[in-house]
C-alpha cells in the first residue's frame, strides 16, 4: 500500500501571501489530521477531517482552515502569512476518526515565510 | 490546560543499557500515543495505549500507562543504536469531535556505541 504523501514538500513564501498544502491518505482511511511542529512550540494539532467533515480543530488562528475531498485527499490553506508560520506542516491518516487507530504520517511540508 | 511533561528531554546512554522515559500528564485522560521522530522526518506511531494498565511492546521497546498516577512510560531495553530518535508522548482529552491532543516536549534519544 502506498503511504501518506504530502505535496509540495518544501515551500517558500513571504509574508502576506497564502499557501496551500496538499495531503493524500492511505488508500482506503478516511480521517486525516494536520499539525504544526517548530522548534519552539513543538507539535501542535491543527485540525482533523472525516468524511469531508471537519471533526475537530486546535487552537490555531482563522487564517488555518482546510477541507477534505471526497476521495478522502485533505488540502489545508494559510492566508495572511507570518514569519511564525515557518514550520513543518505533517498530515497523518487513519481508518476511523478521533485517534484509536494508529495514525499514518507524510514525510510533511517544510513552509518557510520570508 | 492539560500540561505533558516528558522526561528526560535529553537521553544519552549506551549500547546494551535500559533506560527508561516518563510522560507525565495534569489531568485525567485514558488515552496515550508514543511516536518516534527520526532527524528531518517525519513521525511514526509506535503504540497506542487505550485503557489503564495498558502495556504495549515491539522489539526493544516497551510502554504502560498508568491512568490513576497519570503517567506514561516507555523502556527501552537493551538499548542500540538503531534506537537513536527523538520520542514524543501525546494525550488526548475529551470524546467524539471535541478532543485535544496534546505532545510533551519530546526526548532526544542518543544511543552510543
Known amino acids: 500500500k502506498a503511504g501518506v504523501t504530502q505535496t509540495p514538500r518544501y515551500l517558500i513564501k513571504t509574508r502576506g501571501q497564502q499557501v496551500t498544502l496538499s495531503c493524500s491518505p492511505i488508500?482506503?482511511?478516511?480521517?486525516v489530521s494536520w499539525y504544526q511542529q517548530t522548534p519552539g512550540q513543538g507539535l501542535q494539532f491543527l485540525f482533523e477531517y472525516f468524511s469531508e467533515t471537519q471533526r475537530n480543530k486546535g487552537n490555531f488562528p482563522g487564517r488555518f482552515s482546510g477541507r477534505q475531498f471526497s476521495n478522502s485527499r485533505s488540502e489545508m490553506n494559510v492566508s495572511t502569512l507570518e514569519l511564525g508560520d515557518s514550520a513543518l506542516y505533517l498530515c497523518?491518516?487513519?481508518?476511523?476518526?478521533?485517534?484509536?487507530?494508529?495514525?499514518?504520517f507524510g514525510p510533511g511540508t517544510r513552509l518557510t515565510v520570508l | 490546560e492539560l500540561k505533558v511533561e516528558q522526561n528526560p528531554l535529553f537521553l544519552s546512554m549506551q549500547e546494551g543499557k535500559n533506560y527508561t522515559i516518563y510522560c507525565n500528564y495534569s489531568t485525567t485522560s485514558d488515552r496515550l500515543y508514543w511516536y518516534r521522530q527520526d532527524p528531518g522526518k517525519s513521525l511514526e506511531s509506535l503504540f497506542v495505549?487505550?485503557?489503564?494498565?495498558a502495556v504495549k511492546q515491539e522489539g526493544r521497546l516497551m510502554a504502560s500507562l498508568d491512568t490513576k498516577a497519570r503517567l506514561s512510560t516507555l523502556h527501552i531495553t537493551a538499548a542500540v543504536h538503531d534506537l537513536s530518535a527523538t520520542y514524543f508522548c501525546a494525550v488526548f482529552q475529551g470524546g467524539g469531535s471535541n478532543y485535544k491532543l496534546t505532545f510533551g516536549k519530546g526526548t532526544l534519544l542518543t544511543v552510543n556505541p
Open positions: 488508500s482506503g482511511h478516511r480521517s
Open positions: 495505549l487505550l485503557s489503564n494498565g
Open positions: 497523518a491518516s487513519s481508518p476511523h476518526p478521533s485517534g484509536v487507530d494508529t495514525q499514518y
